[in-house]
Every structure is written in structure tokens, then in C-alpha cells.
């Protein structure tokens, strides 16, 4: 059922596959944080802070302080914990947009800062952690987003329409809207992920393929654009599509430097 590529096409479009980079300043307003991707934030933060921060009420501190109520407080101002002169020293109040600099990568930010980590965090996972991290430590005046269970069967020996049913059937059956924004203008087309890895598009030209990798990331490859990049390889976990969301916009990346990409899945197709 699967297309079976051939591992070193795969192999060199995968190391070309774009890994957006922190960019910072961006205005992070209330309706893009209460829109955020809640589960998104929640594995940015189990994979990259939690080691070292607790958010909820009382929670200790670990390498990091304790975050409860982090949003509005001044930096380094947690009584409990032993900052850096750099965290103290630097009179920062904590908004959503000074946080989302900080994290775009700490060290320039607050240089001589404490926190060490192995890199900045990426875009669009920096939107959607700080969204988590308000909502998990009071600072969010929107509710709590209702988690649909995603239903993942572990055992790989299984089909993946099996393994992601929620997936499968989310991006089979719905159209996929790309916005390319190039200094030449703008490119919008729709493409429809199909059950035998191939991708047809809107577009007479635009074809491409996906395939599941062993991370449980799904990685396609669109290419015939006519615009510059021609090509485009991104991967994105499974689980992440496998709640069926709707909006003509709900990831962004930039393939290459001057190029904006802007993904969503609009429902059904022609
Ligand atoms: C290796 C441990 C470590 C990791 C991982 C880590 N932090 Fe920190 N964090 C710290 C330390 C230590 C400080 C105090 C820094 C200082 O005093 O300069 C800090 C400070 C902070 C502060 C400022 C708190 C205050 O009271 O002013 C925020 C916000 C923060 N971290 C968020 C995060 C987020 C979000 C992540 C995940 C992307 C993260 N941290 C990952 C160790 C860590």
C-alpha cells in the first residue's frame, strides 16, 4: 500500500528538509496564543524544559525555577530560587512576546544567563509552548482546550491507516491549502494526500509523495512549484495531525531565506 521509495532519494530529500529557524519578534497576540496547538506546546515542553522546570502551583524547583504565575512576574524575582546577576540584573517583566524572545535563544537574549540549553526554541513550536506554559501556570484568560483522544496503536508491524486511524483519516480525506509568499508574489494551491503515498494537487504541475518514517513522523516531498523553492520536503509528527483541526492557516515555515510558507487543512475535497 505504501509507495517504496528508494532509501537514497528519501535519505537526500530528508536532509534537505527544512527545520524552520528561531526567528524572534513576533507579536504574539491573544487570539494566536488562545489558537495555539495545546499538544504541540505539551510535548515541546515535556521534551525541552520539563527536565528542569515545574509549572504548577507549589512545584519545586528543579535546575530551573518553579514557573507558576510566570507570566507578568519580573524576571528572577522567585524568592526560592538562585538566579544568575544576568536573570536578576536584567529588568525584564515577563509578556508572551518577551518570553517568546528569550526562548528564541536565551543566551543572546540575557547574555551570562543560566540557563543552558542546546538551542533555541523553533518556530511554530515557540507559539504553541508558550500558549501551554500559560495555561498551565495561570497566566492564560482562555479556557483549556479539550484534549480528543488520539488513538495510536504501538505496534508497528501494522498499516499505518491501523496504527493512526485519526490520522488516516484526517489527512486522506481532507485537502491540504499551501500559501507560498515569495518576493514574486503569492502562490496558493490545494493538495490532497492520497492512501497510496503519492500527492496530487489544484495545480496542473504540483505533484509529490509521503511516507511514515520510524519516528513516527509523516514526511512529504511536494515539488513541479513554480516558484522558487520548486521543491519542498517537510515532516511533521503523526500524532500532531491526528486532530482534526480546520483553518486556512494552521502551521508556517520558510523554506528558504526570503520565502514564507503557510499550511491548513480545509475540510473534505472536490
Ligand atoms: C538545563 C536546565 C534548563 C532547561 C532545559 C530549561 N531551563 Fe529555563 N531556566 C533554567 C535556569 C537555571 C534558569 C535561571 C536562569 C538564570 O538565573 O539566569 C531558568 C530560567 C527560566 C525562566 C525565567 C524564570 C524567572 O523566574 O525569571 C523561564 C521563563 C524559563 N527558564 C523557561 C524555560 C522554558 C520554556 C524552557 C524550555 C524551552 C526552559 N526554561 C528550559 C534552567 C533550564
Same mark, same amino acid.
Given at each position: ?100 524572545? @528569550?526562548?528564541?535563544?536565551? &543566551?543572546?537574549? $540575557? +547574555? ?6 542546546? !538551542?533555541?526554541? /523553533? ?93 513516527? @513522523?509523516?514526511?512529504?516531498? &511536494?515539488?513541479? $512549484? +513554480? ?6 520536503? !517537510?515532516?511533521? /509528527? ?33
Amino acid at each position: 500500500m505504501q509507495h517504496l521509495l528508494p532509501a537514497l532519494l528519501i535519505a537526500s530529500l530528508l536532509a534537505a528538509a527544512h527545520i524552520p529557524a528561531a526567528s524572534a519578534q513576533q507579536v504574539l497576540t491573544r487570539d494566536a496564543l488562545s489558537g495555539a496547538d495545546y499538544v504541540v506546546g505539551r510535548r515541546a515542553f515535556q521534551m525541552r524544559c520539563s527536565a528542569c522546570h515545574t509549572l504548577t502551583e507549589g512545584g519545586s524547583d528543579l535546575t530551573g525555577p518553579n514557573l507558576w504565575q510566570v507570566t507578568g512576574s519580573k524576571a528572577g524575582s522567585r524568592g526560592s530560587f538562585k538566579y544568575s546577576p544576568a536573570m536578576t540584573g536584567s529588568d525584564i517583566s515577563w509578556s508572551a512576546d518577551r518570553l517568546d524572545r @528569550f526562548l528564541a535563544d536565551p &543566551l543572546k537574549d $540575557i +547574555p551570562g544567563t543560566s540557563m543552558a540549553i542546546p !538551542e533555541g526554541v /523553533p518556530n511554530p513550536d515557540r507559539l504553541a509552548l508558550i500558549s501551554f506554559m500559560m495555561l498551565e501556570t495561570g497566566g492564560a484568560d482562555w479556557p483549556k482546550p479539550e484534549l480528543p483522544r488520539v488513538i495510536v496503536d504501538p505496534d508497528r508491524s501494522k498499516p499505518v491507516a491501523e496504527r493512526f486511524p485519526s490520522f488516516w483519516n484526517h489527512m486522506m480525506s481532507n485537502t491540504t491549502r499551501y500559501r507560498m509568499v515569495t518576493a514574486g508574489g503569492e502562490l496558493v494551491f490545494r493538495a490532497y494526500f492520497n492512501a497510496d503515498g503519492s500527492i496530487t494537487s489544484d495545480h496542473e504541475k504540483i505533484r509529490g509523495f509521503w511516507r511514515p518514517d520510524d519516528r513516527d @513522523f509523516f514526511c512529504y516531498a &511536494l515539488y513541479g $512549484i +513554480p516558484a522558487k523553492p520548486d521543491q519542498l520536503v !517537510e515532516c511533521f /509528527p503523526m500524532v500532531a495531525m491526528s486532530i482534526p483541526r480546520f483553518a486556512e492557516q494552521l502551521w508556517e515555515s520558510k523554506p528558504v531565506e526570503g520565502v514564507q510558507l503557510y499550511g491548513g487543512i480545509l475540510p473534505g475535497r472536490p
